[in-house]
């Protein structure tokens, strides 16, 4: 009886611990919304982001992976990407980042200097 207790408190543990999928209208397709046409017409794709796994407008951009001193040169960030343990401040040359999609760990580069890694989750 103690032993079923235990998986059935496990079990419920493990479902608490799942993301969730679900759109802000309760479903689990992509959002149908004002929203989804306005990045479709942008040239993005309504993605699940994030920790949480929001749901938001991901662009992809042209100039993806051109190297880069500056952010001016990119349509999105000039990026070191990963966390690279480089100290913010050394000279450095960067790529652009490949989408709009903010979440992960990089180092921005601005006029040939990495600044600090920042991982968003």
């Known amino acids: 009886m103690i032993r079923i207790s235990i998986i059935a408190a496990a079990a419920l543990l493990a479902a608490a611990c799942a993301p969730q999928t679900t759109t802000s209208a309760g479903s689990d397709a992509p959002m149908q919304s004002a929203e989804a046409s306005a990045c479709a017409t942008r ?67 601005v006029d040939g200097k990495v600044g600090p890694t920042l991982c968003i989750d």
């Open 43 to 109: 040239g993005g794709a309504m993605k699940q982001v994030g920790r949480m796994q929001s749901w938001q407008c991901v662009i992809s951009y042209a100039d993806a992976g051109k190297r880069c001193t500056d952010g001016a040169q990119c349509q999105g960030d000039c990026r070191v990407e990963g966390n690279t343990g480089v100290a913010a401040g050394t000279a450095a040359t960067g790529v652009c980042q490949a989408t709009s999609d903010r979440f992960g760990c990089h180092a921005t580069v």
